[in-house]
């Protein structure tokens, strides 16, 4: 098998980690600062720095037929998008507190990316429709205790999964026809410059509090944002929106870890079945069952 076919797949998986390690940080800068103090800070550090490298690297050039004015619309919904996911994941976490809850009810994208993307005409096989289920219900056994309330918080949460699943599928579309660096660093000033205008009109700023705050916005900043929402970019290149989301739902499990070694969460026997079923959806989605059968 060539390496190509496993590229997306494994950039993706990389971007799991880190967006599931970020669970944890959100969830200790949440006990100093507002949703829109920390994100505006970890976008507009990302954006800061994906701007510098696009400066000393010049984007890459892609041949497109797409008007740069559609091109640069499109990213900047990409942007909205990622700004409107972000707040209510943040604002869904500071009420629950639970970052492993909120990793549950975040990865519900992967079943929100298949619905939108019939929008924009994309269709899914029924075997990827199959494991999407056998991960929802892993994502499930790894996240949510037996007292599984719903609150605010929860329903903030669902809405940011439906914002993350818009920001895949946009991504999807405008990806072709920009370079990935630029494309990110376009969606992190965005979402940064409506971070920040929401915090001066909503929140208290306090200096002190950002302090305290500011190693977990930095963890945010550099390994969920200049690293993996820009991988998220490079990798759906090669990989189509449903799969990629499909591997994307690791970051429960890596957010389990986290919460695991950092936070000193308890590792139940259900969480364990939970990381081998999305592990195995994972796998079995990179499997060509046409072809295979074929032979």
């Known amino acids: ?28 800068g949440s006990d100093y600062v507002g949703a829109f103090t920390y994100n505006a800070g970890r976008f507009l550090i990302t954006g800061i720095i994906l701007s510098l490298i696009c400066l000393i690297r010049k984007p890459k050039k892609v041949e497109t037929k797409a008007s740069p004015k559609w091109i640069y619309i499109m990213s900047i919904f990409v942007g909205v998008a990622l700004f409107l996911g972000a707040t209510f994941q943040q604002l869904g976490i500071d009420l ?11 990865s519900l994208y992967i079943v929100f990316v298949p619905i939108i993307g019939l929008l924009f005409k994309k269709k899914t096989s029924p075997s990827i429709i199959i494991f999407l289920c056998i991960a929802l219900i892993g994502s499930y056994l790894i996240s949510i205790n037996e007292d599984f309330n719903v609150e605010f918080g929860d329903i903030l949460t669902l809405i940011c999964a439906v914002m993350f699943a818009l920001q895949i599928v946009l991504v999807d579309q405008v990806n072709p026809h ?32 950002i302090y305290k705050a500011m190693p977990a916005i930095l963890y945010a900043a550099v390994f969920s944002g200049c690293i993996a929402f820009t991988l998220q970019i490079v ?28 936070l000193h969460e308890t590792l139940l026997p259900k969480m ?6 999305i592990f195995s959806a994972v796998v079995l989605a990179q499997i060509d069952f046409k072809k295979l059968f074929k032979k």
């Open 1 to 28: 098998m060539k390496f190509e076919k496993f590229k997306g797949p494994l950039i993706l998986l990389v971007t799991a980690f880190f967006w599931g390690t970020t669970f944890v940080a959100q969830s200790l």
């Open 96 to 106: 629950t507190k639970s970052p492993s809850k909120s990793g549950f009810i975040s």
């Open 272 to 277: 364990q079945i939970g990381c081998i079923l």
């Open 178 to 209: 920009i370079d990935s660096i630029k494309l990110s660093a376009i969606q992190f000033i965005v979402a940064g410059i409506l971070s920040t205008i929401f915090m001066l009109f909503t929140e208290k700023v306090v200096f002190s509090d």
């Open 235 to 262: 990798g759906q290149k090669y990989t189509e929106p449903t799969v990629a989301s499909l591997i994307m739902s690791l970051e429960s499990v890596f957010a389990l870890i986290g919460g695991v070694i950092i």
